[in-house]
């Protein structure tokens, strides 16, 4: 017997795609994304056409676990779930008994996008105990926090209608790789005669498949928005008339922008002036333009400012009047009035506590001033010991004797060997979810195929269970999944647009729009108070903020000092087959991925000896961890690459996150992945290698 399931890809993309599995006798045997689903159109990507074989691969978690062995050793033994259930308690509950609530520290992130399985019962169970909260700032703290200020919510052109933009700009987004739907719509447009332009430092497959790359040096996208304005104003071109009716503090920019020009831009920039004021001249000329903005450019210092500088850009020709015009950083903020944020119910008491940034883990577990310090980690839906920065610092945090890990995986990550108690997760296939989606329209039911393999459970029902075990009773802490997804979309709009559970589990997937047509800006409109966009924000002055767009040089890539002794600049961006370290176990994706790899220009290559193939060392301060050489035709001299994240574990025990920083951004308390110097030196000739040194995955 067959028959089709309903679902959503539950990955932390841009796409989350509508997908439907056949399933024979119970087994999931083919999976397809949707052709009717207007985004998704049919196509899944490289990762997740293959997403059965994460599914059923045979080094999937199926039965909880206690450690036996030394911690990261990976000796672990097979417990029965009331055990399991029974340690996870009584390592928080005797956390709590020692050190204090906030000594507890639940630890997740977007391993699923999903309302149910990612951001519900977890965080209602540790807020209501008081552990301490969770500053969520890994991936888009800068740009949420530059977005909050500007327009409040993240929301923008519509990604469906750049089909009718005439010039677009992909600015820090390696869209083929990690938003390739989106690719549909600007390919379309490139066809019908739009002129399409890569603003990427690296040679990227989209950057080589746009009509025009702009290829700058990394953390100086602020000056380039500063002096495009600049030329822009100066041609007369600004749409007084939209600056006037649907934003605030307009003129305090213009005036900054006295001070900006193509030369000042294009010196910064490490580019041509020519291709600054051509760029400059292209706006000015052709309607409608559009911004797809990335987050890859909001990983450095001066990300912040370098967002709403961009955004502003985006808007000051007057393009958001026009269908397909304007400029997109996420689309999270069109649920907004469609669904409810399930962390947080009403009746449900939530104690006063410190919050620790996720991104300063290795800090948060190794600096023994804090009061309390965190002596009760739980992790689920994220692996930390391989994507947080300052990897070497976060392990020696991992190992600490005093610090009991209990973790929800679905498979033996870097972070679950770490684990005193591992408790198997059920995948997207097993589990019910619904989906908002950060780049597009379209709110997803995802309905489970088949049953959980082994003795898998939902992360709710480990929660609830979990609850339980602590004496807590209170039903927000006990709803079942379909109530929460019905919670979920508990809204007027919702009901007045007919989206209910019953419905999704017809159609699968509805969109939402909120009711203001094709342009939904061109007087305003934005989540703000006020609808305006709100160019400059006086209140940004009192955390020592610019209250006016502009430019913040990043950290380390600005430090001439720094880079006497570190002269790469190392971007670690999206790799096409991993979805951040999810599947760099499987051999399918590891084989299409290859070896760990360090791409560099010609001359920086030579100059230290360095050819294709050798096996090199690549370092700074905070760590080191090798990988292959590649020389780039297309790398910019001064700026290397090396993608994200393979498990430390499969390849020597480092991976990039040894080198990245722990630093704050100028806003969100994000991360700076790529603001980070580092120096490349040859450990061993390709010739010598007689078996690759650092990995023979994916053979
Ligand atoms: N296949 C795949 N898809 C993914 C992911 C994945 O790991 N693999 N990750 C998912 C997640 S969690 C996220 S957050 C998104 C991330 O997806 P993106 O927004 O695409 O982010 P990154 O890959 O970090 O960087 C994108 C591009 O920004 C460029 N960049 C780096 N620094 C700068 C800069 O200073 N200025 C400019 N203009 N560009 C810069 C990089 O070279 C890179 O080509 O993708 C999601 N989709
Ligand atoms: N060097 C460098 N490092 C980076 C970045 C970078 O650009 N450069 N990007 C950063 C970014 S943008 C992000 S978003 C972070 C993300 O980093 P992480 O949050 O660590 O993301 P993943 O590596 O995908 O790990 C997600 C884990 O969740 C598990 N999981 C998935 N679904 C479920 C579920 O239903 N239940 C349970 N219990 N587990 C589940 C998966 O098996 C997987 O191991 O990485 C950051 N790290
Ligand atoms: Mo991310």
Redesign the pocket.
């Known amino acids: 017997m067959s028959h089709i399931v309903n679902g959503a890809c539950p990955l ?3 796409d989350t795609c509508a997908w439907q599995i056949e399933v024979v006798d119970g087994k999931a045997v083919r999976m397809r994304g949707r052709k009717d689903h207007p985004y998704t159109r049919g196509s899944l ?1 490289g ?1 997740v056409n293959h997403y059965l074989d994460a599914v059923y691969a045979p080094d999937r978690l199926t039965t909880p676990m206690r450690r036996v062995g030394e911690k990261g050793d990976g000796a672990f033994q097979a417990i029965d779930w009331d055990e399991a259930i029974g340690l996870a308690a009584t390592g928080i509950q005797t956390a709590i008994d020692r050190h204090g609530a906030e000594a507890v520290l639940p630890y997740y992130y ?1 391993g699923t996008l999903g309302a149910v399985q990612g951001w519900s019962l977890g965080q209602r169970l540790f807020k209501h105990l008081g552990a301490t909260r969770l500053g969520t700032t890994i ?2 703290g800068a740009a949420t926090a530059a977005m909050k200020a500007t327009m409040h919510r993240p929301v923008g052109t519509d990604p469906e209608d750049f089909i009718h933009a005439r010039l677009i700009l992909v ?4 869209l083929l ?3 390739m739907h989106q690719w549909h719509f600007i390919h379309a447009a490139q066809q019908a005669g739009a002129h399409v332009v890569a ?4 040679p ?1 497959d989209t950057a080589l498949r746009c009509d025009e790359h702009i290829q ?1 040096m ?4 602020g000056a380039l928005a500063m002096g495009l304005m600049a030329e822009i104003v100066a041609a007369g071109a600004a749409d007084e008339e939209w600056l006037a009716e649907s934003t605030v503090g307009w003129p305090e920019l213009r005036e900054r922008l006295s001070e900006w020009s193509a030369e000042r831009a294009a010196q910064i920039c490490g580019i041509d002036v020519s291709v600054v004021r051509a760029l400059a001249q292209r706006m000015v000329t052709t309607r409608p333009t559009a911004i797809r903005m ?4 909001q ?2 210092g001066g990300a912040g400012a370098a967002y709403r500088s961009i955004v502003v850009l985006g808007s000051i020709l007057g393009d958001f009047r026009l269908v397909g015009g304007g400029v997109l950083p996420e689309t999270a903020g069109r649920f907004d009035a469609i669904t409810v944020d399930l962390e947080e119910p009403d009746g449900l008491p939530l104690p006063t506590v410190r919050t620790i940034n996720m991104s300063r883990l290795a800090e948060a577990l190794t600096d023994t001033t804090q009061t309390p310090e965190v002596h009760s980690l739980v992790v689920w839906n994220t692996n930390p010991a391989a994507t947080v920065p300052d990897q070497v610092r976060a392990q020696r945090g991992f190992r600490r004797d005093d610090l009991h890990l209990t973790v929800l995986e679905q498979r033996m990550t870097d972070t679950a060997m770490f684990a005193d108690v591992l408790l198997p997760a059920t995948m997207q296939t097993e589990h019910l979810d619904i989906h908002a989606s950060y780049g597009h329209h379209y709110l997803t039911l995802n309905l489970p195929a088949i049953e959980p393999i082994g003795d898998c459970l939902p992360n709710t029902e480990i929660f609830r269970r979990l609850a339980t075990a602590l004496g807590l009773d209170h039903p927000r802490l006990h709803d079942s999944d379909e109530d929460l997804v019905r919670q979920f979309i508990d809204t007027d709009v919702a009901r007045a647009r007919g989206i209910t559970f019953e419905s999704l589990s017809q159609t699968g997937y509805a969109r939402v729009d909120d009711f203001r047509g094709a342009t939904p800006h061109a007087h305003g409109g934005f989540p703000t108070r006020d609808g305006k966009l709100h160019i400059t924000v006086p209140e940004l002055a009192e955390q020592g903020l610019d209250p006016i767009p502009g430019y913040t040089p990043p950290f380390e890539i600005a430090d001439e000092e720094l880079a006497k002794r570190f002269p790469l600049v190392l ?1 670690s ?8 370290s999810t599947f760099a176990d499987l051999p399918r994706h590891l084989k299409l991925t290859g070896e760990p790899t360090l791409f560099l220009h010609a001359d920086d290559a030579a100059e230290r000896g360095i050819e294709d193939g050798d096996l090199v060392e690549v370092a700074n301060d905070r760590g080191a961890f090798r990988v292959a050489a590649a020389i780039h035709p297309g790398a910019r001299r001064g700026v290397a ?1 090396s993608y ?1 994240v393979y498990w430390a574990k499969d390849v020597g025990g480092n991976n990039v996150n040894a080198t990245t920083p722990v630093r704050d951004a100028d806003m969100g308390g994000s991360p700076t992945f ?1 603001d980070n110097r580092v120096e490349a030196t040859l450990v061993a000739k390709a010739s010598e290698l007689s078996t690759r040194a650092v990995a023979t995955i994916g053979d």
């Open positions: 932390d993309c841009p990507c990762k977007a991936c888009t600015w820090g987004a390696n790789s990690s938003n603003i990427d430092p690296l990227t700058l990394p953390g100086t996208d990335g987050l890859g450019l990983r450095h971007i961006p999206a790799q096409r087959f991993f979805l951040n690459w994200k790529h």
